[in-house]
T-cell receptor, first 113, second 114 residues
Framework: KNQVEQSPQSLIILEGKNCTLQ??????????LRWYKQDTGRGPVSLTI?????NTKSNGRYTATLDADTKQSSLHITASQLSDSASYIC????????????FGTGTRLTVIP | NAGVTQTPKFQVLKTGQSMTLQCAQD?????MYWYRQDPGMGLRLIYY???????DKGEVPNGYNVSRLNKREFSLRLESAAPSQTSVYFC?????????????FGPGTRLTVL
């Protein structure tokens, strides 16, 4: 069964600290993995995409990793800011199927001053 | 470009009432989606339309109907609202083909059914 699991469910960190969010998946055949950021009261917005051949990709203070062998991805946030407070959703695409997107339930990150 | 727009932003219904949530995109995307988002459950797919003229059920279609009016518009109808349909509803679109397949989401409709 195609599934995406994220951990932790929620996280509170101090401003300026780093954190890492995890995403494990069983989606097959794997196409790509996206991390979305969802601010409160808004729709999700894509942060980064990881394809099978990519191990690490950075987008400013956000760094995503992918281990296709263990089917794990992480999103590392460096020097957190109050504006990083949001939900982070992992979405995995399969290569086949009309509806080929599988969503994690998200990690709710709160950055406090 | 406005991207994906949804109306209304907020709605309160009484049990048994009907309503239609509207969604439009101006990015010439082929595929459109309706999701509901509930606390602790993430985004769950209600219906999707892979292309103009086609619609298919997602994970939680019961109690809903959809219409792909044209390439731009995809509406979601609740024929007889129930309290269990209290949720935030998101419409999304994405192009077909290419490696990215990024979904673009609307701002959401917050629906309360009393």
């Amino acid at each position: 069964k195609n599934q995406v699991e994220q951990s932790p469910q929620s996280l509170i960190i101090l401003e300026g600290k780093n954190c890492t969010l995890q995403c494990n998946y069983t989606v097959s055949p794997f196409s790509n993995l996206r991390w979305y950021k969802q601010d409160t009261g808004r729709g999700p917005v894509s942060l980064t995409i990881m394809t099978f051949s990519e191990n690490t990709k950075s987008n400013g203070r956000y760094t995503a990793t992918l281990d296709a062998d263990t089917k794990q991805s992480s999103l590392h946030i460096t020097a957190s800011q109050l504006s990083d407070s949001a939900s982070y959703i992992c979405v995995v695409s399969a290569k086949t199927g009309a509806n080929n997107l599988f969503f994690g339930t998200g990690t709710r990150l709160t950055v406090i001053p | 470009n406005a991207g994906v727009t949804q109306t209304p932003k907020f709605q309160v219904l009484k049990t048994g009432q009907s309503m239609t949530l509207q969604c439009a995109q101006d990015m010439n995307h082929n595929s459109m989606y309706w999701y509901r988002q509930d606390p602790g459950m993430g985004l769950r797919l209600i219906y999707y339309s892979a292309s103009e003229g086609t619609t298919d059920k997602g994970e939680v279609p019961n109690g809903y109907n959809v219409s792909r009016l044209n390439k731009r518009e995809f509406s979601l109808r609740l024929e007889s609202a129930a309290p269990s349909q209290t949720s935030v509803y998101f419409c999304a679109s994405r192009p077909v083909g290419g490696a990215s397949n990024e979904q673009f989401f609307g701002p959401g409709t917050r629906l309360t059914v009393l």
